[in-house]
């Protein structure tokens, strides 16, 4: 229980801190400028040549009034943009609006210079200050989506795991509903039952075990002592003293093995049977002393095969003592939210 109340904080937490993380990056401005080629050397007889610039947006936001500052030194005239309203003055490029991922690329004629990245010396907007880049290899991802997409290949794996425990919550919820029956006659904790073998054998309101009656040890006198009860019967008590008498009907095709002792009781002794196929066995299991409640809990474990079921736990209220013979009338009491026993009627 503890380990599961920490594993959800932990799930939680991870949760928050990605996604706080992921919005943050999401948030960050990115403006870039580069001058990444020579794009056309100059022609015989002039002292010009063409240059490319790249002024890139990768953030989320739209940037405004975009200024690149070139090198005083430098004397160029922009030749041709893919945005308009792209002017050149006084060594700055001012570009009135770069959309949230856009890219606005122009061409420079350069007179009487070489030109690359180190001609520019600066690149911002009216809310931030960007990089100059080498190249345009150079210039980062959306942070954001970067981010997400990390995420997304990093958690794949823990995603699949929580989607399949989701399925199988609901297939356990629907197989649940399906034993209503069952649980009403006090039977719990069902879920390794659900998906067992044995349960192949038995409809939604059958269980293996049925508990068919409740009896003092008074109740025994001058009949003989039920089997495997004779080590043990000095020791209880003529009045304090119940059995619970179980019958074991094997539905399968195989020999099924039930173990059963009392749960909440120190040094409880287990109780065994081997029911052949298709057939009927009676188990008994003494209580010494009934508790004040009433409520007698009795822990099984079934043996099919080489698969084991356990901690399977039924709960009855021994209040009502009347010898049954045939079906035995339940009622439901719900002493605590999620635990059923049974009265007997």
Known sequence: MLIDIIEEISVGTVIVLVSSLIAWL????????????????????????????????????????VRVELDPSVSAEIVAANLSGVVLENSVIRIERIHKKQEVNLLLRVKNARFDFSKILSVSSNETTGKICKSPRDIPFNY????????????????????????????DRFEEKNLKAVSNQGWSNLDDYQESDLRQSYSDNEFPVRLVGIKKKADYSGTAIPAGLKDIWNQLDEKKSVLLKYEINNKTASDLGVLAFRKGVRNAMPFYRNVSPLSKETIFIPVKTVP???????????????????????????????????HLKQTVINPKPGKSQVALQ
């Open 144 to 171: 954001g989506i970067s981010a997400l997409v990390v995420s997304v290949l990093i958690g794949i794996f823990p995603i699949l795991y929580y989607a399949g425990q989701v399925v199988e919550y609901i297939d």
């Open 26 to 65: 999401y948030h960050i401005r990115q403006l870039y400028a580069t001058a990444p080629v020579l794009f056309q050397n100059a022609s015989e007889g002039k002292d010009d040549a063409i240059y490319q610039i790249i002024v890139s947006n990768r953030g989320n936001q739209v940037e405004e009034n």
């Open 292 to 326: 004040a409640s009433g409520i007698v809990r009795t822990e099984f474990m079934f043996r099919l095969n080489d698969e084991w079921l356990d901690r399977i736990d039924h709960s009855v209220n021994t209040g009502t003592l009347k010898e049954t013979t045939g």
